[in-house]
Each structure stands twice: as structure tokens, then as C-alpha cells.
């Protein structure tokens, strides 16, 4: 199993992928597995939903490319692209406080996945990345509109077009991580939510609709389906499937 789900004490649901030996890159499973965690979080006796990875070196490298580099053309990485981005507005609209724990790196669509998260916690001195352009396309999983509803637009321009890797006091700095910690990751994550949690769920939930609402309102879904499709154009270039065909070679080789 890719992915494990497990309902806390405290009253949170915890995914965590489990592909540490791939630097927990999103497959399908973990795509139908989010999808799950995201349903099993409507539960009335969940607060919260909280998403990280296993093992202290990664949070997620994003989209597992051994396994979607049989995507081609356009319409082909349309599907899978549509399928994750799908999955990240559920994430982002549910009416729960939702928090990622970057234990180790975040990078591409790791990055796109905490994005759509309420809240960021990261262990101190990972490092972080939408690093999509250094692979020739855009953020295709909605990432980059939502990190435009987050952040003013010139430090989401930067982390977006300069597509380098950040450091977690960098990133905090910007307003992308809400909280560095040093201890156990659950722990952090636990004191962080103490005070969430000890509210209300109707309460959380009414104030999560404000932010709901006013997406609904400026059309964040049908813009975040113009990102996928223009990501879906980039996928089939050329410049794409050169780097893609030498991130596999290099991997078959070591």
C-alpha cells in the first residue's frame, strides 16, 4: 500500500504516503488514497485532516515520473492531470482545517499539494520547490492558482517562474510555511492544532466557508482547469520528454 489513513486520538485524520523509497511520489494509489482521506475527513468526528509523508527525507517529489512517463500527448497527461487537480480543489474547499507536515523536501507537486493545504508546519532546514519549469511545463495540478490566492503576487511569481528550491526560513519569510519545528513531526503538528481543535466544529467549518464562498465566487475552479489544460500543452513538448526521457535513463542506469 502506498498510503496509510489513520483516525488520531485527538480527533484529526492523518494520511501519510508511504513510498519513502520513492521519495513518497504521488502514484494513483496515492491519488485514490487522498481521495479517500479527503471523504473519510467529512466525518462529524473529525476536526481536521493532516497529509505528510514517511521517513525524514521527503514530504513528496510530486508526481512519480517512472510511472507517468508513458503519458505522451496532451490529452494523455490531460486525464491524470485533471484526475490530481480534482483532488487538490476537494482538498482545498473541505470545511476542516487541513495542514501539511513537510518532514523532509517538498518538491513540484509536493509543493502543489501543500499548497492546498490550510496550514504548512516544516521540520527545520528542509528545503521546498515548484520546480515544474526546470522540467520544461507549468504546475498542472492547480498548484500555481492556488499558491496566487495565498501569497501577493510577487513572491508566488517568483517561487513559480524562477522555479528554484527554498529554504524553509526563506519560505516562511514569504508567508508560504505558517510554523518551522525541530521536535517530533506529530507532536509539532498536535501543538499546532491544540487550540484548532479545541473549537467548535461548527465553528471551524462556518469560517472555512468564508474562504469557500469566496473562491466559488472568483471562478478558482475554472481557472485552476485553464492551469491543467495549459500544463497539458507543455507535457507533449518536446523540451518535456527530453528531460523526462534522461530523469528515466538516469534512473535505470543508477
Known amino acids: 500500500m502506498s498510503y496509510t489513513i489513520e483516525k488520531r486520538d485527538m480527533g484529526y485524520l492523518l494520511f501519510t504516503i508511504t513510498r519513502s523509497e520513492k521519495r513518497n511520489a504521488i502514484n494513483y494509489e496515492v491519488m485514490d ?16 485532516l493532516v497529509i505528510t509523508g514517511e521517513g525524514d527525507h521527503a514530504f513528496c517529489s510530486g508526481g512519480d515520473l517512472s510511472v507517468f512517463h508513458e503519458l505522451h500527448t496532451k490529452e494523455e497527461a490531460y486525464v491524470m492531470l485533471s484526475k490530481m487537480a480534482k483532488l487538490l480543489y476537494s482538498l482545498l474547499t473541505l470545511t476542516k482545517p487541513t495542514i501539511a507536515i513537510l518532514n523532509g523536501t517538498a518538491i513540484g507537486g509536493g509543493c502543489e499539494l501543500a499548497a492546498a493545504c490550510d496550514f504548512r508546519l516544516a521540520r527545520e532546514g528542509i528545503k521546498a520547490g515548484f520546480v515544474q519549469g526546470k522540467l520544461a511545463i507549468t504546475t498542472g495540478w492547480g498548484g500555481g492558482t492556488i499558491l496566487a490566492e495565498k501569497l501577493p503576487a510577487s513572491s508566488s511569481m517568483k517561487l513559480l517562474m524562477e522555479a528554484e528550491i527554498q529554504s524553509a526560513k526563506y519560505l516562511s519569510e514569504i508567508g508560504f510555511i505558517d510554523k518551522i519545528y525541530s521536535s517530533n513531526p506529530i507532536a509539532a503538528c498536535e501543538s499546532f492544532l491544540e487550540n484548532l481543535i479545541a473549537v467548535e466544529l461548527g465553528v471551524l467549518e462556518s469560517y472555512k466557508m ?12 475554472e481557472r485552476i482547469e485553464k492551469e491543467v489544460s495549459n500544463c497539458s500543452v507543455l507535457w507533449e513538448s518536446e523540451a518535456h520528454h527530453k528531460y523526462v526521457k534522461g530523469f528515466i535513463s538516469k534512473k535505470t542506469q543508477n
Open 33 to 48: 488514497g487522498l481521495s479517500k482521506a479527503i471523504s473519510l475527513a467529512n466525518d462529524p468526528a473529525i476536526k481536521a
Open 210 to 221: 468564508i474562504w469557500i464562498q469566496k473562491w466559488g465566487e472568483s471562478k478558482l475552479k
